[in-house]
């Protein structure tokens, strides 16, 4: 499978529920992200990792904890969600951080609700 | 660091052509890309075009980049209902590490 593959595609946990968001992609990148999508601000990026190491964490709340154990997969656990937590989740890769025409490949994301 | 300004909405007749337009700050941006996205999707770049062009024609779709006023947008000719979706902007810029700023999203309606 090619591209930027997010697994589930939709996620309802309850408050106290402890779940994982899964990203890969087949592209040979080494660059993954983790965006937020709300009505309330459209693109928040939360984290970045380049060559398996987190090089950002955007003041995110420790309720949201990012793994990234090859450059080919990143996983984001969460654990005691708020409602307000409630959004869709968007992995993306680039090649790196050196700008080019490519920009990032995003994944179809994960429609997370928090109950 | 870069801001990215979009407006929120566009609504066009099927058959004519949308302008969206965006604004941006920082002078040392290098690539500027426009990505679509569609309902329950995740986005999918549409075009790109590097600092030093003016325009880039890519079927239907026109860029223009003004580096003076720092002002991107978008044409797309003959607009179809599949044209509805939501555009973003996004530009990659040398003071924040190459990494993309996004602007907020502006809605395209093509009504038919």
């Known amino acids: 499978e090619t591209g930027v593959t997010q697994t589930p595609r939709h996620l309802v946990m309850g408050m106290t529920n402890k779940k994982s968001l899964k990203c890969e992609q087949h592209l040979g990148h080494n660059a993954m992200y983790w965006y937020k999508q709300s009505a309330k601000k459209p693109l928040e990026l939360m984290f970045v990792?380049?060559?398996?190491?987190?090089?950002e964490n955007n003041s995110v709340p420790s309720r949201f904890s990012p793994e990234c154990p090859n450059s080919s997969h990143l996983f984001l656990h969460l654990h005691t969600l708020q409602p307000e937590d409630s959004a869709l989740y968007l992995c993306a890769s680039s090649q790196d951080f050196a700008a080019t025409g490519d920009g990032y490949t995003f994944g179809s994301g994960t429609r997370l609700t928090v109950v | 660091g870069e801001d990215v300004e979009q407006s929120l909405f566009l609504s066009v007749r099927e058959g004519d052509s949308s302008v969206i337009n965006c604004t941006y700050t920082d002078s040392s941006s290098t690539y500027l890309y426009w990505y679509k996205q569609e309902p329950g999707a995740g986005l999918q770049l549409l075009t790109y075009i590097f600092s030093n062009m003016d325009m880039k024609q890519d079927q239907r779709l026109t860029v223009l980049l003004n580096k003076k006023d720092k002002h991107l947008s978008l044409r797309i000719a003959d607009t179809q209902t599949g044209d509805s979706a939501i555009y973003f902007c996004?530009?990659?810029?040398?003071?924040?590490?190459?990494?993309?700023?996004f602007g907020g999203g502006t809605r395209v309606l093509v009504k038919p």
């Open positions: 990792y380049n060559f398996k190491e987190q090089t």
């Open positions: 996004a530009v990659s810029s040398k003071a924040a590490g190459n990494k993309l700023t």
